[in-house]
């Protein structure tokens, strides 16, 4: 919420407010704009301010080309060699046209480049997503996501659910999670599990696990995270707590990972049920997100019964208000959970309000390499 009281009478503004509100209005005019693309010095500022409302208005498209990209394997199939158009179109299934079309589009948004001799190789942004599963998997994952968002306003204004993407996430509108069939939760644990390598890295090198006997997991999906946990600290007994129907793939997933006899497989309902005790570490990964806020402070305060005094709990998830990601929390998620009718993005200093309102002490924030992927926060069950 804004400063402005119940009655929607809004404070003076700061001088900085102020200075701001002179340089928009002035920008709303069209005269000035004029000026200001043609005078030298407000020039440069002029063209990326209309890059960037072109990039806006753009966006859609540059997904498409994207999810084309992905679709016909274009990445794998030059990190094996650059091909020219003649020798790639068939590969594609397009013709030579088609193909030049398409990888005109994807050398412009720096995911293929063209050779001096003709032929396409990988650009740096396409180069990224060779044998990265998880990123190809939300991108064909979002296809869901554009179909909800075809009309904003109505999503907006509507009551939550009867979208794609609530009925994908099968806990996110039901009345109990904890009797979701297991055809219902495969699809969105095989994104989780596909997407959940590049975060994992990220946590692994930011934290370390090895200081912790006992490693519990919540929500933990298929086990992948924990699975990764476990080979940077061998000696600690892993838990994983998740839908009963979760749990079964993450017991046979463990099972088959060698991780049976050290891992212990908890299936419930994280809003009703008590979580296991024993673990001096709880981990929630990517899980905060999806709640809205009583639910997520009843898991904290649930988290911290569960935890004996100088236990801890770790969070990490993208978040509100990354510097210089500003648009994936707000913009990105703010809309991705409007339209799986659950949850919002929280910035850190939230979370750690949540967390010491559920009886945590010391929360502190840890660096990871990329934020946007990921942000890491920590705290401590106090004494009593
Ligand atoms: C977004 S996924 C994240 C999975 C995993 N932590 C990861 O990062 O890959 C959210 C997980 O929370 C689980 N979950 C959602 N609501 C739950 C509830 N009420 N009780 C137990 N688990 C729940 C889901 O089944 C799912 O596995």
Known sequence: MSGADALGTVPAPSWLDRLRGLREALAARPGFRRWAARFPLTRPLARRHARALFDLCAGFVYT?????????????????????????APRLGLSAEATERLMGAAASLRLVARRRDGAWMLGPLGAAMVG??????????????????ADPVALLRRPRGGTALADYWAYAGAEAPGAVEAARVRDYTALMAASQPMVAEEVLA??????????????G?????LAAVARAAPRSALMLFDLPAVAEVARERLAAAGLGARSTIHGGDFTRDAL??????VTLVRILHDHDDAIAQGLLRRIREALPS?????????????????????????FYLLAM???????????????????FVRPRRLRTATPLLTQ???????QG
Do not use: K, W
């Open 64 to 88: 498409q080309v994207l999810l084309a990209c992905v679709r016909l394997r274009v990445f794998a199939i030059l990190a094996e060699a650059p091909l020219a158009t003649m020798a790639l």
């Open 132 to 149: 990265n599963d998880g990123i190809a998997a939300m991108v064909e994952h979002h296809a869901m996501l554009y179909a909800d968002l």
């Open 206 to 219: 930011a934290y370390r696990f090895d200081r912790h006997r006992c490693i519990l997991d919540v929500g």
């Open 221 to 225: 999906g298929s086990g992948a995270f």
């Open 276 to 281: 296991p005790q024993g673990a001096d570490l």
């Open 310 to 334: 100088g236990g801890r709990i770790l969070v990490a998830e993208p978040m509100a208000g990354t510097p210089g990601a500003e648009p994936m929390g707000e913009a990105y998620f703010g």
């Open 341 to 359: 009718g659950r949850g919002r993005p929280r910035r850190a200093e939230e979370i750690m309000r949540m967390l010491v309102a559920a009886g």
């Open 376 to 382: 890491l926060v920590i705290a401590d069950a106090g």
